[in-house]
């Protein structure tokens, strides 16, 4: 029988195995986590603030500045005045920093994916049902 322990070694391994995993996915679609993310958060709030994106990113704003500035320069987001608060300035993506988004979406969903594709049906429902109950049991702890 495995113990909590080993299973927690043995999570914590896949873990960062899968994240290994999904960097170099991400760096054959041409980006990096980091932008990944911040193009990701674009994606789905429209249009930010820069403070709003660090927040949701946990990035301080010097690396959000960092990010923008490069992601910018490639011709992925744009920054523009905020309309009503002079010392705010607004993200958005453009066409091709959306298009860049949706691609590198897709290939880090097409990844996962297959690495599911061994696990039968049945693995498949046990596997979801699990991670469920685990998710259940992280935001207990965390109330």
Known sequence: MTDPQELARLFGQFGKAFGRRMCEVMGRAGTTPARARLLGALHFCGSCKMREIGARLGVTPRNVTKLVDALEAE????????PHDRRATLLS?????AAVCRESLQANHAA???????LGPRDRRQLAR???????????VAE
């Open 75 to 82: 011709g992925l987001v744009q920054r523009k005045p905020h």
């Open 112 to 118: 996962a994916a297959r690495l599911f594709e061994p």
């Open 93 to 97: 993506l453009t066409d091709r920093g």
């Open 130 to 140: 699990l991670l469920r109950k685990l998710l259940d049991a992280l935001s207990a």
